[in-house]
């Protein structure tokens, strides 16, 4: 069984840095694909970026790249997301997902497992 658990969200000031990390407790890990959405007050779940069940492919979205990182240790079946130089339009409640293909996608519809959400808020 897939349970997700995202941590290391909280408040830091525009410019500023947070890693998100994201555990599974199950056994398929390493298996899957995995990403990381986000969704801000009134607007629609948007995706942020995925990686590959090797990580050896990974994906952004343009507003992140250069800035944003994800990456995965699957020895503790764990997912990451270094977020770098924080814009306030990067508040939002951050999910980790998790797709049984292992690809990593961009589109929300492949994900069969979802966290709870970690909230990021970025002030300026």
């Known amino acids: 069984q897939v349970q997700l658990v995202e941590s290391g969200g909280g408040l830091v000031q525009a410019g500023g840095s947070l890693r998100l990390s994201c555990a599974d407790s199950g056994r398929t890990f390493s298996t899957y694909g995995m990403g990381w959405f986000r969704q801000a007050p009134g607007k629609e779940r948007e995706f942020v970026a995925a990686i590959s069940w090797s990580g050896g492919s990974t994906y952004y979205v343009d507003s992140v790249k250069g800035r944003f990182t994800i990456s995965r240790d699957n020895a503790k079946n764990t997912v990451y997301l270094q977020m770098n130089s924080l814009k306030p339009e990067g508040t939002a409640v951050y999910y980790c997902?998790?797709?049984?293909?292992?690809?990593?996608?961009?589109?929300?519809?492949?994900?069969?497992?979802w966290g709870q959400g970690t909230q990021v808020t970025v002030s300026s």
């Open positions: 997902a998790a797709e049984v293909l292992g690809r990593g996608t961009v589109g929300a519809g492949g994900y069969s497992y």
